[in-house]
């Protein structure tokens, strides 16, 4: 089928679905089986800074987390490499399976080359305790992909400033994910992403930047399928692009 098409009622379809159905379609192919691992790489930079890692899910537990390359000072990178060591199952951040939660009031927009989904964050079980600061501010937009109806981005953006603990104010702070789909696989998984946080104190402001990219990711199944991942796909997951604002 072609993505999309129009019937002659000049309803919007994908691949012959209403825009719900399509929706519907794109959100299952987000949910893998629990028991569905990736090893991956992962290249962060952020500024002249580099951070490279590796999992294998099959490996042993000492190795199946490495850095292999630090280059730069970055507190920010070295953050979010030490939340993704201290997960466990590092391949959790490459599956979106926690966002149904978050559509029950979205809305959805089908035209000839696009569609799109408006939604308002709903907290979930994989958030983590600064998300209660934004979680209440923050929209997301989701769009599929023209070629093959499945997830292509994710964004989610806060709609007001946020004030943190610390006294800074936090008026820009934006989150999106690039998605991929495995035809073997039949399933949606995130590719890379992109991370801005800008705010400061006593009316000075300052950016900070992520950017993460994600290659030769293998799938398979665990050898136990008790090894259940829990996503870990919530929009603001990187406290420490915001904690070192000032």
Do not use: C
């Not at 923050?138 to 806060?158: E, K, V």
């Amino acid at each position: 089928h072609s993505f999309p098409t129009r019937r002659s009622s000049d309803l919007v379809t994908w691949a012959g679905l209403a825009p719900e159905q399509a929706l519907e379609r794109a959100l299952q192919a987000a949910e893998p089986p629990g028991a569905l691992r990736a090893a991956f790489h992962a290249t962060l930079t952020s500024g002249s800074a580099v951070r490279r890692i590796e999992f294998d899910p099959y490996a042993e537990p000492a190795q199946r987390f490495r850095v292999t390359l630090s280059q730069g000072s970055n507190e920010e990178l070295d953050a979010v490499v030490q939340g993704w060591r201290e997960e466990g199952q590092a391949d959790s951040r490459l599956f979106a399976d926690d966002l149904r939660v978050s559509l029950g009031d979205a809305r959805v927009a089908g035209a000839a080359d696009s569609m799109a989904v408006s939604f308002r964050h709903k907290m979930s079980v994989n958030d983590g305790p600064i998300d209660a600061e934004f979680s209440a501010r923050m929209i997301g937009r989701l769009q599929l992909n023209p070629a093959n109806g499945y997830l292509q981005t994710i964004a989610y953006d806060i709609e007001r400033p946020v004030k943190l603990d610390n006294g800074a104010v936090v008026d820009q702070y934006n989150q999106t994910y690039q998605f991929g789909y495995s035809e073997r696989w039949g399933v949606s998984y995130v590719m890379g992403y992109d991370l801005t946080a800008r705010g400061g104190k006593w009316g000075m402001s300052e950016t900070r930047t992520v950017h993460v990219e994600l290659t030769d990711i293998a799938f398979g199944f665990a050898g136990d399928s008790r090894q259940e991942l829990g996503s870990k796909l919530s929009p603001y997951d990187s406290p420490a692009l915001t904690a070192n604002l000032r």
